[in-house]
């Protein structure tokens, strides 16, 4: 049974059950909008759900005979929503356009929520002849369908009381507790346990409900990690197991099938738990008092994930602070710095030097997060943090620098390493962070900032002498093209354009992103921009160009991801076949405002092994092909839809204006003008 973002049963599903009874269901909203209805309904009215679904109800063509009709069934609906029960006979139209009505039993029932507020409204209608009375009939599918409700409520309740006891748990003993004592109820079982893999043994540690007989719960501490019992089968093979009936007990669990008669049992299921690195290390254990079938996975996955989801948490919360207890051992009188920072972002551990460093006491520390013990260092600290978390990267040498309560209002400045703390089973728990003091050499360092800005003139310098200086001049064709430098970094990158003549009939066209930032990416940029130019001459099909291209990058790293839009012009027929290799598309803005995206087939960035594709358009005379990278439409505080549509609107409106300024305002409507990536603009106009 599938259930709704508020843990109920959705309205589809509540019907589906009903789908195959002879008289008609559906559900209401309390303003009457028609939700669902169900298959008898539907083809005694000649309909079909998107006939009806989403119109009020008393718009539907069952209704449509009489206005009368129409009104009443609108009475019927307000009283309900305040929770009156309606019932009266009425006709409702045939299927064959009105020249049948079918006379009914109606009734109108109100559904309540947790609140006590009318959540639903059912219809229902049962087949009226001459004399009969339904009325048992109706109000049987309607005890029916509230029974379901009602079961499906308290599974939900269940379920809400299970993932309570487990945010409040916090060791592995705690929250397994909560599962055995808890889980059952979910399932509609009256047992339930847990079972737990001790490491490097071949024993379970078992935990059962607070209310089993002590005297059966003392034989059940401990199970062999074998296959004689459920439990341990379901964590030897990673696999469910059902013993739906006495004599499948028996036959799975032949040590604890009496202490199974004790208790009234008569069937039992074990449920693995899987571990984020494939392995099991856990299993659920239910049982009823009655023969049963195996759980729909679907109904059980939820529960089992919740369930995995804590004791996860829990592994990791004892895992940190054994591991805290030995860092302090070791590393309390250390000359440097240490932490130990969890996923949370909070502090496990910390020794003395660092707790002096911070101005707070080690105590003051603990279970504190860093935006609340150094909130000056916290930007600072999260992004390198999350690298750790998410990628497993050791990395050193981070200079962080701010103030601290030790000493406010003074800049210091650290060299700190992080290093990803990992736990059998659970991957990654951590970070351990080493920190040393570094300020008196940082304000030796003026020296060095002088060579970076040296740098920075070389870099700009670097920037004019790999871009072209001029366009192609093309016969029938105007060109025009701009680049603009971040506002951060170097103000040098790796965005770049070209119109070369590979001949008189074949231009080549090219917008590129190399990827990086700064020198690095301008450097690529060289790199890539010269191979094109071999490669362009060598073949004049985009696609096998940019193939032999990925191949390159498979040598030069450095190329590796870039972007890449690249098309190969006849200027006098205006054919333009192209290919997109993670670029955003060219817009073809035609004269009299109409445009096309140029984005058939995209293909993945530089370097990605994939088939590339060549797409084949026309240039006609007015057209024009705008080019540009992703600084144009793209920004951090804005999506992207936002920018591409900026872009169309503005080259629409100057479809007319001459090209230089057409390129102009494309720049001039960028609205973050402080922004780290370069832009490049080109655009290509026939003009005969």
Known sequence: MTLDATGFIGPREALTALDNLAHFVGL????????????????????????????PFWDAPWWSYS??????????????????????????????????????????????????????????????????????????????????????????????????????????????????????????????????????????????????????????????????????????????????????????????????????????????????????????????????????????????????????????GDESTRLAALLDTLLQKAPVGFAFIDREFCFSHVNARLAETNGLSVAEHIGRSIHDVVPELASQLVPVLRR?????????????????????????????????????????????VVVVEVTDQHREATVLRDLAEREREIAQRLQVGLLPTSTADLDGYEVRSRYEAGTTGLRVGGDWYEVVEIRADDIAVVVGDAVGHDLDAAIAMSHIRNALTGLSHANDDPAAVVERLDEYAGHHPDAFASTLFYARLDPTTGELRYTLAGHHPPLLLHRDGRHDWLEAEPGPPIGVAAPRTTTTCRLEVGDTLLCYTDGL???????????????????????AAPLDELVGSLLDNVPHRERPDDIVVLALRRTR
């Open 388 to 432: 750790v978390f998410d990628d497993g990267e050791s990395l050193s040498d981070i200079e962080i620098s701010g103030e601290t309560p030790a000493h406010p209002g003074v800049i210091r400045v650290w060299e700190e390493g992080f290093y990803p703390v990992r736990a059998p089973g659970l991957g990654i728990i951590g970070a351990g």
């Open 67 to 316: 206005p009368d009709s129409q009104q009443r069934l609108r009475e019927a609906i307000d009283a309900a929503r305040i929770g009156g029960a309606v019932r009266y006979d009425t006709e409702m139209m045939g299927g064959d356009g009105g020249t049948t009505l079918i006379t009914i039993d109606f009734q109108l029932t109100p559904v309540y929520d947790d609140n006590g507020d009318v959540e639903f409204l059912v219809p229902e209608g049962a087949l009226l002849a001459s004399g009969d009375d339904t009325s048992g009939a109706s109000r049987q599918s309607w005890a029916a369908l509230v029974a379901e409700l009602n079961a499906e409520r308290a599974q939900n309740d269940a379920l809400r009381t299970l993932a309570s006891a487990l945010a409040a748990s916090r060791t592995v003993d705690e929250v397994c507790a909560a599962i055995a004592n808890s889980l059952a109820a979910t399932v509609d079982a009256v047992f339930s346990n847990i079972a737990i893999a001790a490491p490097e043994l071949d024993v379970l540690q078992l935990f059962n409900q607070n209310d089993m007989d002590s005297d059966i719960a003392d034989r059940w501490v401990t199970l062999p990690l074998d296959d004689t019992t459920p439990l341990g089968m379901a964590v030897l093979t990673g696999r469910s197991v059902h013993a739906g009936d006495p004599a499948a007990v028996a036959a799975s669990f032949p040590g604890g099938a009496a202490d199974a008669v004790r208790m009234g049992l008569q069937s039992l299921a074990a449920h693995p738990i899987v571990v984020p690195d494939g392995r099991v290390r856990a299993a659920i254990g239910l049982a009823w008092t009655a023969p049963t079938t195996a759980l729909d996975d679907a109904d059980l996955e939820p529960i089992i994930a919740l369930c995995g989801a804590a004791l996860e948490r829990a592994w990791i």
């Open 28 to 55: 209401l909203s309390p303003d009457g909008t028609l939700l669902e209805a169900n298959v008898a309904s539907l083809r005694a009215g000649g309909v079909v759900r998107e006939d009806v679904v989403g119109r």
């Open 633 to 655: 439409i793209e920004h951090r505080e804005e999506p992207i839809e936002t920018g591409r549509q900026r872009l169309l609107d503005t080259a629409v409106g100057g479809v």
